[in-house]
């Protein structure tokens, strides 16, 4: 438990600050402002009626639906660049040359193949997702001792058989990473995406610039606080999942 102890005394040296009105409240609200604005959030929404938990349930659902898409075409290419040097060499220019584009340089023309919605969100979230996982597969295919794969074929293994008994778990953490990182993106692109708009009026990034919009400190910190622990609760799935699965590979 004292490794919490630093954050407690963080949190309390905040607040002494905000109350003594060396940090003004508009320039960063107290804690207990904070926790206010995130019950005020539960109760009574932003904009007013539209509720906390609605706005979580349509940030997840955009992001699932772009993560999923990048993971989906991520791994498998990932995997062959990683195998086949053919296929490294002729798509490496393309993903080098797209890569350095940030995701939030496309939201315009997002917009205007795709307009204001689900499908350009998704379509941005993916965009951040989709190198992380994309790279990081590649980079765990190549890391695979050379040695294992010579010992399988040794044994009389086939082709397929090294793939996915050899490399695919010998690739396993890179993936994970990737997936990590990608996520990580994915939260970041999906605010900048719903700062834009959003038709259903709904979504945590919407939900942070109304309450610019009305001047409330407050609910913005609570509603970034709100993504980092989702952000934490995600990153702990996965390390959860990668745990279960090792023993199994």
Known sequence: MWRYLPV??????????CLLGTVPNYVLPSPVEIMEGLGALLTTGMPPGRLLHNHILYSLYRVAWGFSIACALGIPLGLLM???PLFHRVLSPIVELIRPIPPLAWI??????????????AFIIF???????????AS???SVSPILIDAA???????????LKVLVPGSLPSIFVGLRVGMGV???????????GVKEGYGLGFMIMTA?????????????????????????????WEARLRPCV
Do not use: Y
């Open 140 to 142: 765990g295919v190549l």
């Open 8 to 17: 407690l005394l963080l949190l309390c040296l905040w607040e002494v600050l």
């Open 212 to 240: 610019r919009d009305i001047q409330r400190p407050d609910q913005i910190v609570a509603g970034m606080l709100v993504i980092g622990v989702i952000g934490l609760i995600v990153d702990w799935l996965f390390r959860a």
């Open 186 to 196: 994915a939260w970041m692109t999906l605010v900048a995406a719903e700062f834009s």
């Open 127 to 137: 965009l951040g997702a989709f190198f992380p996982v994309l790279l990081s597969t």
């Open 108 to 121: 315009p023309i997002a917009i205007v193949w795709l307009g204001i919605g689900m499908r350009s969100a």
């Open 153 to 163: 074929r040794t044994l009389n293994a086939n082709q397929k058989d090294i793939f």
């Open 82 to 84: 990683g195998w086949f």
